[in-house]
């Protein structure tokens, strides 16, 4: 341990004469075009700095321009890409007064462009440029540059003050795959390995761009034009990809540099640069193209899984590493988000050791040099042979690359690349890897925040959605729902499964307009007053236009659509309603499908008076009945009626026996931009059908004895005759506590299921009846519900519509 710090400080010594033997080695191996960046990418290497560029006298005079930059993108840090010269922004102050300027965060909040420059605690380098402009640093690391990061600085800003020599002026001999365009007239001069790659022999070339751009392949030719075209190009470096078309073969992938240099006194703007055979070269470890891709990609990764993937992608291949690893850094501990390759044996013992489910987390303590690399702040490379802990030396026994993660001010995270093979690294390497980490750190903090944000959401979503769904008579049923993965707002998206009286079960599906935290309140809101209304016993649509006028009255701006099927799983039969909602989709057991033709109104909330149809379902058994919100059927791609015909083709192919695997199967490959809801279920029949029989009483003075006579007559049917006696005591008490305190309809029913009589009186009045707690010896009434308490297994109330139902349950032959 005591070596690697003295080395690390060595190496802090002496960083700024590798430096200038970088620079160096950068101005006389590298070509004229792409020598800038080469030069900049060194302050990313040698010192702290996430950010470097170049700002330049414009043509105008008047303005400083960006013409180069590389590290993490400038918006990150605010920055513009042209700032006032009489303004008080750092470049212009530094270009205008001759001297550097080494900014802190207080001093960079107190310049006029402060509203554009980071917030947080950033410090800012800028350096005059002798006649051209200003070099820019920037950094995040506690306590902004240091002496050697300055002494780097002034390296890098005397590289790039020192005028290269100059491209080939027109007429003179290029390098072999360099090319010279004058801007004003599409003239090109052109070397003859480029003229090679596109085929063309040096006598037949005319000189003409437009020769060179009828071989491209023409979806690449937009992109080249924005290069080729003044009005598309801005002073500074760069760079793309295109094809050229082959006599024979697949086209041929070139890699283009370019750089445009302003014209004046008479010499018109030239493109100068190079284009090499993208095949031959070593795959990005110095293409700037491959920095570019990953900073694209991870301005789209919304997850730390997203960044962690972006980030393999981007260096594995091009490092031609064997193995990479990138893991968030928690109080002492690496939790690892990604691991290629993802198999435990590719891994060191200790890695092994500490797996959890899918990857491991492994302690720093455990690892000390990596500890102090993570210290340290900045990139470390081990080649073979370097004596390191097991636990590192087993990730790259032929070379190990570790790259601190840095973010606000802090270490977000790590990334371990290792080799099997000895690899040599090179300074190429370095500034890929230097600019990468800059990069990738931003992008987890970003991501780790959006992460705990949306699993918030989510948290906050299933809460209003069931926890579970009942065990149903009959029937399986099974929900899914997904939040959206484009933004953190709360979805209006529910679902509700509602066990009814008489083996009736309400099936419900809704969409509330918007995804906000209203959207999600009213979800909740209306979800409850559905369910209120179907326990009420109201039919489908009383339940819907209940629900619609309760949403008008809340006097809320956003809308509801809602589907409500009422399912008999005694008759297998239901009834449908839509609001606005996609209609049900019914898969029969032989395979067939029907998106049902079920008469809607309008959405919920919209209309004072509006019908809401019922529409009758026939459901056999093995039918699975499917509802589902729009989230899942509708897409930028496709319409709603293309979406619904896919759903309905994908529950047809499902295998309906493990209806879990079927709702899984259908959100395969699901859109995300909405939330979405499914419910799924299958209907498979009772075992055992109820015998059920009615009769409406009369109010006339023989109406009990015409009750227990009907009762009698129903049982003797049943072939019931044990515990008949108790059905009669409870059938008088209930009907004559019916007529006595209630007016309106009464309503006997009487079910057998098993062993099982379940006795039920309905009448209009909503007032459940009250057992009393005591009764006198003088009382005249109040017995009747102790005695069908004393008698009954269980008795009890729900509401229906319009009124009451008491009812009772006796087992028989107990």
């Known amino acids: 341990m005591a070596n690697v710090v003295s080395e690390g400080a060595t190496t802090r010594r002496t960083r700024s004469l590798r430096a200038e033997l970088a620079l160096r080695t950068v101005a006389a191996t590298t070509a004229p075009g792409d020598r800038p960046r080469r030069v900049l990418e060194q302050a990313l290497v040698f010192t702290s700095a996430a950010f470097a560029g170049v700002y330049t006298r414009a043509e105008t005079g008047d303005v400083l321009c960006l013409s180069e930059s590389v590290g993490v993108p400038r918006t990150l840090y605010g920055l513009r890409d042209a700032y006032p010269l009489a303004g008080r922004s750092p470049m212009?102050?530094?270009?205008?007064?001759?001297?550097?300027?080494?900014?802190?965060?207080?001093?960079?909040?107190?310049?006029?462009?402060?509203?554009?420059?980071?917030?947080?605690?950033?410090?800012?380098?800028?350096?005059?440029?002798?006649?051209?402009?200003?070099?820019?640093?920037?950094?995040?690391?506690?306590?902004?540059?240091?002496?050697?990061?300055?002494?780097?600085?002034?390296?890098?800003?005397?590289?790039?003050?020192?005028?290269?020599?100059?491209?080939?002026?027109?007429?003179?001999?290029?390098?072999?795959?360099?090319?010279?365009?004058?801007?004003?007239?599409?003239?090109?001069?052109?070397?003859?390995?480029?003229?090679?790659?596109?085929?063309?022999?040096?006598?037949?070339?005319?000189?003409?761009?437009?020769?060179?751009?009828?071989?491209?392949?023409?979806?690449?030719?937009?992109?080249?034009?924005?290069?080729?075209?003044?009005?598309?190009?801005?002073?500074?470096?760069?760079?793309?990809?295109?094809?050229?078309?082959?006599?024979?073969?697949?086209?041929?992938?070139?890699?283009?540099?370019?750089?445009?240099?302003?014209?004046?006194?008479?010499?018109?703007?030239?493109?100068?640069?190079?284009?090499?055979?993208?095949?031959?070269?070593?795959?990005?470890?110095?293409?700037?193209?491959?920095?570019?891709?990953?900073?694209?990609?991870?301005?789209?990764?919304?997850?730390?899984?997203?960044?962690?993937?972006?980030?393999?992608?981007?260096?594995?291949?091009?490092?031609?590493?064997?193995?990479?690893?990138?893991?968030?850094?928690?109080n002492d501990r690496l939790v690892v988000t990604v691991l290629d390759p993802p198999e435990p044996e590719a891994w060191p013992e200790l890695w092994r050791q500490e797996w959890r489910t899918e990857w491991p987390d492994a302690p720093v303590r455990a690892m000390p040099t990596l500890g102090a690399a993570l210290s340290e702040g900045r990139a470390q490379i081990w080649p073979a042979g370097t004596a390191l802990e097991p636990a590192l030396a087993d990730v790259g026994p032929g070379g190990l690359a570790v790259l601190p993660l840095p973010a606000a001010g802090r270490m977000a995270g790590a990334c371990l690349i290792g080799w099997d093979e000895p690899h040599d690294f090179g300074p190429d390497e370095r500034a890929l890897l230097t600019a990468s980490a800059g990069l990738a750190g931003q992008a987890l903090m970003r991501a780790h925040a959006f992460d705990a944000e949306h699993e918030l959401v989510g948290m906050l979503q299933r809460t209003l959605l069931p926890r579970r769904l009942p065990k149903l008579p009959g029937a399986e049923a099974v929900a899914r729902y997904l939040p959206a993965t484009a933004g953190l707002e709360l979805g209006g998206d529910w679902y509700d499964v509602i066990p009814l009286p008489d083996n009736h079960v309400a099936l419900v599906i809704g969409d509330v307009q918007g995804h906000s935290a209203g959207a999600a309140t009213l979800m909740g809101q209306m979800r409850t007053a559905l369910r209120a209304y179907a326990a009420e016993g109201h039919p489908p649509d009383v339940v819907v236009s209940h629900a619609n006028r309760l949403l008008l009255d809340m006097e809320t701006d956003l809308f509801a659509t809602c589907a409500y099927v009422d399912v008999d799983m005694e008759a297998g039969t239901a009834w449908c309603v839509r609001a606005g909602h996609l209609p049900p989709v019914l898969r029969y057991p032989d395979g067939r499908v029907e998106i049902a033709e079920a008469e809607g109104g309008p959405p919920l909330g919209v209309l004072t008076q509006a019908d809401f149809p019922m529409n009758p379902l026939r459901l056999q058994p093995g039918t699975v009945l499917a509802l589902t919100t729009d989230g899942l059927v509708e897409s930028p791609a496709s319409d709603i009626d293309q979406g619904m015909a896919c759903f309905a083709g994908r529950l047809a192919a499902a295998d309906p026996g493990h209806l879990g695997l079927v709702a899984d199967a259908l959100l395969t490959d699901a859109g995300r931009s909405d939330d979405i809801a499914l419910l799924l279920m299958r209907y498979e029949g009772l075992a055992v059908r109820p015998l059920r029989e009615t009769w409406t009483v009369w109010r006339v003075p023989e109406a009990v004895s015409h009750a227990r006579r009907f009762t009698r007559r129903t049982l003797r049917a049943w072939e019931v005759t044990a515990d008949a006696d108790a059905a009669l005591l409870v059938v008088s008490e209930l009907v004559t506590n019916a007529l006595v305190h209630t007016d309106g309809q009464v309503r006997l029913d009487l079910t057998l299921v098993n062993d099982r009589l379940r006795i039920a009186v309905a009448d209009t009045s909503p007032r459940t009846p009250v057992k009393p707690t005591r009764i006198g010896w003088e009382a005249t009434g109040g017995r009747g519900i102790l005695l069908v308490e004393a008698v009954s297994a269980t008795w009890g109330t729900l509401p229906v519509s319009g009124g009451k139902q008491v009812w009772s349950e006796l087992v028989l032959g107990e």
Request: glycine share 8%; charged share 25%.
């Open 92 to 330: 212009a102050e530094a270009r205008r007064t001759g001297r550097a300027l080494w900014l802190g965060p207080a001093e960079v909040a107190d310049c006029s462009d402060a509203r554009r420059m980071p917030e947080c605690d950033a410090f800012m380098a800028a350096l005059p440029l002798p006649g051209r402009g200003c070099l820019l640093a920037v950094t995040e690391s506690p306590g902004g540059f240091d002496s050697e990061d300055r002494e780097c600085l002034e390296l890098v800003a005397e590289a790039v003050a020192c005028p290269a020599p100059d491209e080939a002026a027109p007429g003179e001999e290029l390098p072999p795959n360099s090319f010279s365009l004058a801007m004003d007239t599409g003239r090109v001069e052109v070397g003859d390995d480029l003229l090679a790659l596109f085929g063309i022999g040096r006598a037949d070339f005319d000189g003409k761009v437009e020769t060179l751009l009828a071989l491209t392949v023409p979806e690449d030719l937009p992109a080249l034009m924005s290069v080729v075209e003044a009005d598309h190009m801005t002073i500074g470096e760069r760079e793309l990809e295109f094809r050229v078309l082959q006599p024979d073969g697949p086209p041929r992938w070139l890699r283009l540099r370019g750089r445009l240099l302003a014209g004046g006194e008479g010499r018109p703007a030239r493109l100068v640069g190079t284009v090499a055979d993208a095949s031959t070269l070593r795959p990005g470890v110095t293409d700037v193209t491959r920095v570019q891709r990953l900073a694209a990609a991870l301005a789209t990764a919304g997850t730390v899984r997203d960044v962690s993937q972006a980030v393999v992608t981007a260096l594995r291949k091009p490092l031609r590493a064997d193995r990479i690893a990138l893991a968030e850094l928690e």
